[in-house]
């Protein structure tokens, strides 16, 4: 039986509206920006330092840490007060929070959750992505931009979100041996992509 759900996203691919649908059909708690608060308590960081820190993951760290395997397996056993850099502080207080969040049944948005939790057999890993065209109207419409700009948007996003998946996991942002589900919201709309979720939520497993 599934108690959790991880949902990876592409900006523009309504990550968040099909989240907070398949949350509230389920009657379970949604986070997504509520880990950031989270972090921020656990770590010591302000809010804005937690939230900039996917953005501004820097390519010398991803150098450094490529270069030293020793310093990424033994990242994991570090606290948050130990002499470790700034973005895998913020990492470890963000991962501590994942976990206290997964003892009760919930939805997690983004942040490397499916990894974290990746040892667990009771999370329903999703990851939803949306058509070029699509995500482009949605970036406008959110952001209130013109289509250069919301075209730049999306490949910050996009090139943030790997490089900080990368930074702190063994896995391919997006990649999709990782996931249960991937779903297209382009071809589905986000009311059938949360219904699909809800009902693999609720599934029972298939005898072997």
């Given at each position: 039986m599934k108690n959790i759900i991880t949902i990876g996203r592409e900006l523009g691919s309504g990550g968040r509206t099909v989240g907070k649908i398949v949350a509230e059909s389920l009657g379970?708690?949604?986070?997504?920006?509520?880990?950031?608060?989270?972090?921020?308590?656990q770590s010591g960081f302000s809010a804005d330092f937690v939230e900039k820190t996917e953005e501004n993951l820097s390519n010398s760290f991803l150098y450094n840490l490529a270069m030293s395997s020793s310093y990424f397996y033994d990242m994991f056993s570090l606290s948050a007060n130990d002499a470790a850099p700034l973005t895998t502080q913020v990492f470890l207080a963000q991962?501590?929070?994942?976990?206290?969040?997964?003892?009760?049944?919930?939805?997690?948005?983004?942040?490397?959750?499916?990894?974290?939790?990746?040892?667990?057999?009771?999370?329903?890993?999703?990851f939803l992505y949306a058509d070029p065209e699509k995500r482009l109207e949605r970036a406008i419409e959110q952001y209130n931009c013109d289509k250069k700009k919301a075209s730049e948007l999306i490949s910050k996003s996009d090139r943030a979100r790997s490089r900080h998946y990368s930074a702190f996991t063994d896995w391919e942002w997006g990649s999709r041996e990782h996931y249960d589900l991937m779903l297209n919201t382009s071809a589905v709309g986000f009311d059938s992509a949360a219904h699909i979720i809800c009902s693999a939520f609720r599934a029972e497993p298939s005898a072997e």
């Amino acid at each position: 039986m599934k108690n959790i759900i991880t949902i990876g996203r592409e900006l523009g691919s309504g990550g968040r509206t099909v989240g907070k649908i398949v949350a509230e059909s389920l009657g379970i708690a949604y986070y997504d920006r509520e880990l950031i608060d989270e972090v921020a308590k656990q770590s010591g960081f302000s809010a804005d330092f937690v939230e900039k820190t996917e953005e501004n993951l820097s390519n010398s760290f991803l150098y450094n840490l490529a270069m030293s395997s020793s310093y990424f397996y033994d990242m994991f056993s570090l606290s948050a007060n130990d002499a470790a850099p700034l973005t895998t502080q913020v990492f470890l207080a963000q991962q501590k929070a994942i976990l206290q969040y997964a003892e009760k049944p919930c939805v997690i948005v983004g942040r490397c959750a499916d990894y974290i939790l990746r040892e667990r057999d009771d999370v329903l890993s999703v990851f939803l992505y949306a058509d070029p065209e699509k995500r482009l109207e949605r970036a406008i419409e959110q952001y209130n931009c013109d289509k250069k700009k919301a075209s730049e948007l999306i490949s910050k996003s996009d090139r943030a979100r790997s490089r900080h998946y990368s930074a702190f996991t063994d896995w391919e942002w997006g990649s999709r041996e990782h996931y249960d589900l991937m779903l297209n919201t382009s071809a589905v709309g986000f009311d059938s992509a949360a219904h699909i979720i809800c009902s693999a939520f609720r599934a029972e497993p298939s005898a072997e």
